[in-house]
């Protein structure tokens, strides 16, 4: 075999100084995608599972804009570029890194009276809060206030946090209609539900304070057992903590708001154990105007009546004015994500109609802003390729599959977009969401790939399943000029011994001349991590022969530290206007990895790693006066991409499918950047990490720290905290036993006044 000598050219990919230009992947959303004759409006914005909403104006132009939060995985942001009362939602996800991590839940609303949106999320005590605020780039930005806390409870001793139950969605709006923002969750037994009153107005208090009270351990006068029904007409002892031998549980998303207009707040209530939600009535006005807030009427499957709410699984409900018309609405979406969720019709939409004591919410889709979107489901796997042959690659995209009402599994699809770009004009336009017919073969999970694995000079399809296994599609075409036409050969592939191939699960094929013999050989990414080569050994045209070389190819594991859940998924291609092609891989953390040398025909050699976070600029270090579009790639868990020319303009885009079962673009650019001074930070301080991965210790250091104390927090990708200490900031240093920590991603947060530093660090056993 011919030696080749294999150059190590290293790229330089900083997360926190950049040269004055730059070349670099970065969001575009110039290139339109059609489908049903109309333009797919968010088609990039990769998708939704278990989506949260709320409004606010993210540019300070006075109109209502739309923010999205997945739990666990970020926020995406929507600018409304229509008017007043006649929206037109826009993918602009810049405003995104404004956003400070958040953990379980999202709210927008404002608290101090300045017009200005503010942020509530779990934080580590149940309501953490921001003050909402325009940056010099009129962005809405936000500041850590204050974690709140009440003082006034028997049963506690000192202060308390105001409790929300992990995974659980509380309300914060005006209970009493006094001005100021009320809270609303479920205790820790998820039976009662908790009032906690704003004092702001009662104690006079500016309007940039929050204080509250615990006033109500009932509020409603209702409780809640394991059943989809609420005992009503309930009392209990405010005075202290009311037990029961009621058996229970947590996992609710009470939605309060006011169904009948008449000046009570009724609610909606999610479980986790059900697809439905209940519905129930404050019969406080007017039975009782001045009396306390009690539900006189349930409906336990919501509209019953109506179009009656059903999404699996564990429904929560978003009362916002999401077709501005001064009215709030209702969209509905799953608050899971597991197996067995509704992962594309997950977001239901009810109009208002309702005038003053004539309640009228009316169903409108199940599919709201999914049918404007690309969204296959969950972990969406795109692949480019000149189908039609006219010289511009078309679109496919995999996934792990929709869900199945009958039996709530995942069935996949491959959805065909071809290529419809002019010159100035590029586009994408929906052929089919159903590829080959592939439905009916029953796959779950699908990831393509293209290229000529029998040696025949047609290009040939391979697909990737979830159980570890792929099919081979054969082009039976006269010539590879024409358009393919691909026939079933090998439902499941087979090796040159006749030995079924399995990676053991989530198979990811790609097709490349690796040892650059003329032969397109197979390299097949999986659950672990690492890549396994298959060589193409056949020698007779038109037949497919292929041998297993090496299991850990290059070796390469991404997201090491996770061992099991990595979810590797390879792309061999160019990334820049040379004539060089590079490995990237995307996992389970969403990370992108490159690696060099891979083009080189030296299988046996460990490819150098680059970068673990291609094209990624730390947002934390941008979130504040980021300036134009200038960010870096993260779309959530599971990674997976293809680069190409969409728009035959000489430079390249990347598409990266996310779990959420969407795909986000990114063009090749110039950037020009200077280095952006952070705001409301006085200090000049950092934190680091390390070992990391760690096993057993994890070592926490800071310096620049001005305040004479610092708190240590580490939580779980769940916002569920672990651990907190408070140390002198003097120390510097601090170390923390983690060996009773599974494995898996985690945030460390170092609070310094009303500053806090985060970093992620893996644990590995």
């Known amino acids: 075999m011919k030696k080749i000598l294999c150059l190590f050219l290293p790229l330089f990919i900083s997360n926190n100084a950049l040269n004055a230009q730059t070349l670099l992947f970065q969001h575009d959303t110039s290139i339109k995608m059609y489908a049903y004759g109309a333009e797919q409006t968010i088609a990039w914005c990769g998708g939704f599972n278990k989506p949260q909403f709320g409004m606010g104006d993210l540019n300070n132009d006075g109109l209502q804009d739309l923010v999205v939060y997945e739990s666990g995985i970020g926020v995406w942001t929507y600018l409304n570029k229509g008017s007043v009362g006649n929206p037109k939602y826009v993918y602009a996800p810049e405003y995104a890194l404004n956003f400070p991590p958040i953990y379980n839940y999202l709210i927008l609303a404002d608290y101090n009276c300045d017009g200005i949106a503010?942020?509530?999320?779990?934080?580590?005590?149940?309501?953490?809060?921001?003050?909402?605020?325009?940056?010099?780039s009129n962005q809405l930005c936000f500041t850590f206030y204050q974690d709140l806390y009440y003082y006034n409870d028997i049963d506690a001793h000192g202060p308390a946090n105001a409790y929300v139950n992990p995974g659980d969605i509380p309300a914060i709006v005006d209970i009493d209609g006094d001005g100021d923002l009320d809270f609303v969750s479920y205790e820790p037994f998820g039976q009662w539900l908790y009032y906690y009153k704003n004092m702001r107005v009662e104690d006079g208090l500016p309007c940039d304070s929050i204080r509250i009270k615990l006033v109500d351990k009932c509020w409603g006068k209702v409780f809640q057992s394991n059943t989809r029904?609420?005992?009503?007409?309930?009392h209990c002892d405010n005075s202290s903590l009311h037990k029961t031998a009621h058996v229970t549980h947590t996992g609710n998303t009470p939605c309060l708001f006011d169904w009948d207009m008449d000046g009570d707040y009724d609610y909606l209530d999610g479980n986790i154990s059900f697809n439905e939600m209940t519905f129930l009535m404050n019969g406080r006005i007017p039975n009782n105007p001045s009396g306390p807030d009690s539900m006189a009427y349930q409906d336990t499957m919501w509209q019953s009546v109506g179009h009656q709410i059903e999404i699996p699984t564990w429904p929560a409900a978003f009362n916002i004015d999401i077709d501005q018309d001064g009215k709030k609405d209702l969209l509905i979406s799953p608050n899971s994500a597991s197996t067995g969720a509704e992962n594309y019709k997950c977001i239901w939409y009810y109009k208002n109609y309702t005038t003053p004591g004539s309640p009228s919410w009316v169903f409108q889709s199940d599919s709201f802003l999914t049918d404007k979107t690309i969204d296959l489901g969950t972990a969406a796997m795109p692949a480019l390729f000149d189908y039609d042959k006219d010289g511009k690659p078309d679109l496919f995209i995999g996934s792990d599959g929709y869900f199945q009402d009958s039996t709530g599994l995942l069935k996949s699809k491959i959805s065909y977009y071809k290529n419809t770009s002019v010159a100035g004009?590029?586009?994408?336009?929906?052929?089919?969401?159903?590829?080959?017919?592939?439905?009916?073969?029953?796959?779950?999970?699908?990831?393509?790939?293209?290229?000529?694995?029998?040696?025949?000079?047609?290009?040939?399809m391979i697909l990737g399943h979830n159980d570890g296994t792929l099919s081979y599609?054969?082009?039976?075409?006269?010539?590879?000029?024409?358009?393919?036409?691909?026939?079933?050969?090998?439902?499941?592939l087979t090796d040159s011994i006749g030995d079924t191939i399995n990676v053991g699960s989530f198979a990811a094929p790609c097709i490349y001349d690796l040892d650059k013999d003329g032969k397109k050989d197979l390299i097949i990414g999986e659950?672990?991590?690492?890549?396994?080569?298959?060589?193409?050994?056949?020698?007779?045209?038109?037949?497919?022969s292929l041998k297993l070389i090496n299991s850990q190819l290059g070796g390469v594991q991404v997201d090491n530290s996770h061992f099991w859940?990595?979810?590797?998924?390879?792309?061999?291609?160019?990334?820049?206007?040379?004539?060089?092609?590079?490995?990237?891989?995307?996992?389970?953390?969403?990370?992108?990895?490159?690696?060099?040398?891979?083009?080189?025909?030296?299988t046996t050699i460990t490819y150098p790693l680059?970068?673990?976070?291609?094209?990624?600029?730390?947002?934390?270090?941008?979130?504040?006066?980021?300036?134009?579009?200038?960010?870096?790639?993260?779309?959530?868990?599971?990674?997976?991409?293809?680069?190409?020319?969409?728009?035959g303009d000489g430079s390249l885009e990347m598409i990266v499918g996310n779990i959420k079962g969407g795909v986000e673009i990114y063009k090749r650019k110039l950037v020009s950047h200077v280095q952006?001074?952070?705001?409301?930070?006085?200090?000049?301080?950092?934190?680091?990490?390390?070992?990391?991965?760690?096993?057993?210790?994890?070592?926490?250091?800071?310096?620049?720290?001005?305040?004479?104390?610092?708190?240590?927090?580490?939580?779980?990708?769940?916002?569920?905290?672990?651990?907190a200490i408070k140390k002198p900031s003097i120390d510097g240093i601090y170390t923390q036993s983690i060996a009773t920590l599974p494995t898996g991603m985690y945030f460390c947060q170092l609070q310094s006044g009303v500053n806090r530093y985060y970093s992620k660090f893996t644990v590995a056993k």
């Open 118 to 136: 503010d942020l509530f999320h779990r934080g580590s005590t149940g309501f953490e809060v921001y003050k909402g605020y325009y940056n010099t």
């Open 229 to 234: 029904s609420h005992e009503l007409d309930m």
């Open 425 to 460: 004009s590029p586009s994408f336009t929906l052929i089919t969401k159903d590829f080959l017919g592939i439905n009916a073969a029953n796959f779950q999970g699908i990831a393509p790939a293209f290229g000529d694995i029998d040696n025949d000079g047609k290009t040939d």
């Open 473 to 492: 599609y054969k082009n039976m075409a006269a010539t590879d000029s024409l358009t393919p036409d691909w026939q079933l050969v090998q439902t499941v």
């Open 527 to 544: 659950n672990y991590g690492y890549l396994q080569y298959y060589r193409n050994v056949s020698t007779v045209p038109g037949s497919i």
């Open 565 to 602: 859940g990595c979810y590797s998924t390879p792309f061999i291609g160019k990334i820049d206007s040379t004539t060089k092609d590079y490995l990237l891989i995307g996992s389970n953390s969403g990370n992108i990895y490159l690696y060099d040398s891979v083009d080189c025909g030296d």
């Open 610 to 647: 680059l970068t673990q976070n291609f094209s990624y600029i730390d947002s934390t270090y941008l979130r504040q006066n980021a300036p134009g579009t200038f960010y870096g790639i993260y779309d959530g868990f599971r990674s997976s991409l293809t680069i190409g020319d969409i728009a």
């Open 676 to 723: 952006i001074p952070t705001i409301n930070e006085p200090e000049n301080a950092s934190i680091t990490v390390y070992p990391n991965p760690a096993k057993d210790l994890l070592n926490i250091k800071w310096n620049g720290i001005k305040e004479s104390e610092v708190e240590i927090s580490i939580y779980n990708t769940e916002g569920q905290l672990i651990y």
